[in-house]
Nanobody, 126 residues
């Protein structure tokens, strides 16, 4: 069973930065595709970025490239999402997810992921 725990959310003014963390409790951590998603109430859960922990290869949704960076610390079984130049429209619940396959897909779709964290709220004020 994969357990994912997100942390690092909160409130930040527009233009600020924030780093989210996702700690994974799973012995197969180094063979997982880990992704970050975000969701605004009433809308679909959108993919932000993903990383295959075995190789470190990263993937980004086209609209998220440039301001968001996904990274990993294998010693801590943790994946991070660094968010810079935040805008009010980045306000959302951010979720960490794991795909129980030994590869990531080029697209980051919620239905391809099997395990989810509880989410962490990010609020960007104007």
């Amino acid at each position: 069973q994969v357990q994912l725990v997100e942390s690092g959310g909160g409130s930040v003014p527009s233009g600020g930065s924030m780093r989210l963390s996702c700690a994974a409790s799973v012995y197969t951590y180094n063979r997982l595709c880990m992704g970050w998603f975000r969701q605004i109430p009433g809308k679909e859960r959108d993919g932000v970025a993903a990383v295959y922990t075995g190789s470190g290869k990263t993937y980004y949704a086209d609209s998220m490239k440039g301001r968001f960076t996904i990274s990993q610390d294998n010693a801590k079984n943790t994946v991070y999402l660094q968010m810079n130049s935040l805008k009010p429209e980045d306000t959302a619940m951010y979720y960490c997810a794991a795909r129980a396959r030994s590869y990531c897909l080029g697209t980051i779709q919620s239905y391809d992921y099997d395990h989810w964290g509880q989410g962490t709220q990010v609020t960007v004020s104007s």
